[in-house]
Structures are given as structure tokens and as C-alpha cells.
């Protein structure tokens, strides 16, 4: 487990978070990269945020589970970067991803933020 996970997510959470995130790509805004994630966070525009688990060294996104709790942004791992970058339609991993705009997806991201919320208790 990294370092800067704080909870454990059950893998079908996982595979809804991102069919959730695939669908907010296609049908709205999302910003790729722990920089863009970061600026998005401590704007306050994020309203979820993807983290890998996988990513070498940690210290790339050790940051990014406090800065969403000091800006009350629901956040959520995923096993590889592979995968949040696939879910975007990028042929290459992503280390964190943020949904700006939610899209066709904004209920059902909106359900995955509450499920997660109940999984950090």
C-alpha cells in the first residue's frame, strides 16, 4: 500500500470510480497531471480527485490527500496510473487526474464522493 493512502477502497469502488471518471472525460472537464491537479485543488475547482497508487517517488502526490481535506475536495486511489490514464483516453499513465466539470457524470460522481466519505470513517 503507498504511503500516502489514508483508506482502503474495495476493487468494485474502484471500477465505478473509473467508469465514473471515463464518462466525466467524455462528457465534461477533467485536468491531467499532479501540477494541473494541484492548481485545480487549491483553487477550489476540482470536485474529485483520482490519485495512483503506484506512483515512483511518492513524494509526486504525497501532498495531494491533505491539500483536499484543507480544501474539502472528495479524493480516491487507484491502483496504477495505467488506469487513470486510460480512463482519460490517454495512451500513457497519469500520476492524479481532477474532475473540473462532472458532466453526464456529475450524480453519479456526486454518490462516489458520499461512498467515500463513509469509507474514511
Do not use: W
Not at 79 to 99: H, R, Y
Request: aromatic residues 4%; proline residues 5%; hydrophobic residues 40%.
Amino acid at each position: 500500500m503507498a504511503i500516502y493512502k489514508k483508506f482502503e477502497i474495495p476493487e468494485e469502488l474502484v471500477k465505478e470510480s473509473l467508469n465514473i471518471l471515463e464518462n466525466a472525460a467524455k462528457t465534461g472537464e477533467v485536468r491531467k497531471g499532479t501540477n494541473e491537479v494541484t492548481k485545480a485543488v487549491e483553487r477550489k475547482t476540482a470536485s474529485m480527485v483520482y490519485i495512483a497508487e503506484n506512483v515512483e517517488p511518492p513524494e509526486i502526490v504525497m501532498h495531494l490527500p491533505l491539500l483536499c481535506e484543507e480544501n474539502k475536495i472528495p479524493y480516491t486511489f487507484v491502483p496504477t496510473k495505467e488506469d487513470l490514464g486510460k480512463a482519460v483516453g490517454l495512451s500513457v499513465g497519469s500520476a492524479s487526474i481532477a474532475v473540473i466539470k462532472a458532466g453526464e457524470a456529475q450524480s453519479t460522481l456526486e454518490s462516489l464522493a458520499q461512498k467515500i466519505a463513509e469509507l474514511k470513517k
